[in-house]
């Protein structure tokens, strides 16, 4: 079974702060997809990177996938209370198995 | 509205009483995937299904079963439920074959108690 390693698990910061959570594995994958998942709902896409060294911008969210294709960072600048979540990293192998990480849980305060 | 739908949303039940949660999207969508989540082990796969009579393990099997005799329907089968499968558990779809990068529509959620 392949793993995905998210770091850190929990984060608390202010509003206005800018954050990295980080998600390796030893593993490659084809694709590495984040989703953000809100409390009593399904996660929800974010983005998906594909190809190594591939960085996407979403507003105030960078993702960038590892040039190996074996870790990925979501970066967000100056976070919002909106952006309150648990955060999923992703990856996609062979057969199309999804492998997901343990999550990053942000609590961003006012 | 294109969805996911899950039911029951709650269920709690005993020790070796068969039940099923029902999975149906509306998307056409030829993929669909069971996870399970765990505080502090994320969501790991159970079953997916890459078309119609198509089914294959994930990486947490064991206790489950699950069928795929409609392109819109994914049922979970827990033929003897115990306590350890008390979770939260989510019925995933994809608009292809496979994933390849695709996204995922997830449903709503069934939390499962198991007594």
């Known amino acids: 079974t392949q793993l995905l390693e998210q770091s850190p698990q929990f984060l608390s910061i202010q509003e206005g702060e800018n954050l990295t959570v980080y998600c390796n594995s030893s593993?490659?994958?084809?694709?590495l997809q984040w989703y953000r998942q809100e409390p009593g709902e399904g996660p929800v896409l974010l983005v998906t990177?594909?190809?190594?060294?591939e960085v996407k911008k979403l507003k105030r969210l960078t993702f960038q996938f590892g040039d190996a294709r074996k870790d990925s960072s979501l970066h967000i600048t100056a976070a919002q209370p909106g952006d309150t979540g648990l955060y999923l990293c992703a990856g996609e192998s062979s057969g199309s198995r999804l492998t997901f990480g343990e999550g990053t849980q942000l609590t961003v305060n006012p | 509205e294109a969805q996911v739908t899950q039911n029951p949303r709650y269920l709690i039940t005993v020790t070796g009483k068969k039940l099923t949660v029902t999975c149906s999207q509306n998307?056409?969508?030829?993929?669909m995937s069971w996870y399970r989540q765990d505080p502090g082990l994320g969501l790991r796969q159970i079953y997916y299904?890459?078309?119609?009579?198509?089914?294959d393990k994930g990486d947490v099997p064991e206790g489950y079963k699950v069928s795929r005799k409609e392109k819109r329907n994914f049922p979970l089968i827990l033929e003897s439920p115990s306590p350890n499968q008390t979770s939260l558990y989510f019925c995933?779809?994809?608009?292809?074959?496979?994933?390849?990068?695709?996204?995922?529509?997830f449903g709503p959620g069934t939390r499962l108690t198991v007594l």
């Open positions: 299904s890459m078309n119609v009579e198509v089914t």
């Open positions: 998307m056409n969508h030829e993929y």
């Open positions: 990177v594909v190809t190594g060294g």
């Open positions: 593993s490659v994958f084809s694709s």
């Open positions: 995933a779809s994809s608009n292809d074959k496979g994933l390849a990068g695709n996204e995922q529509f």
